[in-house]
């Protein structure tokens, strides 16, 4: 019913930056919150930033200053813009929306299938 696209990822010098796109398509009435998580080899999925429909956001400490999470919500887009990356930056980026589907009164979780970010040092 409700597809999540990422695209962006790849592989980068430390220092560079990166955008991170994720587009949502499908019977979506209304997305709330969207979100970017990572998970690196043998670690936990963690989350990167969020952003609420409103434009409220969060950010993990390891990515404040320097990680700008942002949407389109007439394109169901969010965005990740990544600066000043680091080595341990390096993880597979997933997309997360909460999505109420078109028909249905609850707010549902999806996911992206993931795009490598790899920085080199």
């Known amino acids: 019913q409700v597809q999540l696209v990422e695209s962006g990822g790849g592989l980068v010098q430390a220092g560079g930056s990166l955008r991170l796109s994720c587009a949502a398509s499908g019977s979506i009435f209304s997305i709330n919150r969207m979100g970017w998580y990572r998970q690196a080899p043998g670690k936990l999925r963690e989350l990167v930033a969020r952003?609420?429909?409103?434009?409220?956001?969060v950010y993990a400490d390891s990515v404040k200053g320097r990680f700008t999470i942002s949407r389109d919500n007439a394109k169901n887009t969010v965005y990740l813009t990544m600066n000043s990356l680091k080595p341990e930056d390096t993880a597979v980026y997933y997309c997360?929306?909460?999505?109420?589907?078109?028909?249905?009164?609850?707010?549902?979780?999806?996911w992206g299938q993931g795009t490598q970010v790899t920085v080199s040092s």
């Open positions: 997360n929306a909460g999505v109420v589907v078109t028909g249905n009164l609850y707010e549902y979780s999806y």
């Open positions: 952003i609420t429909s409103g434009g409220g956001t």
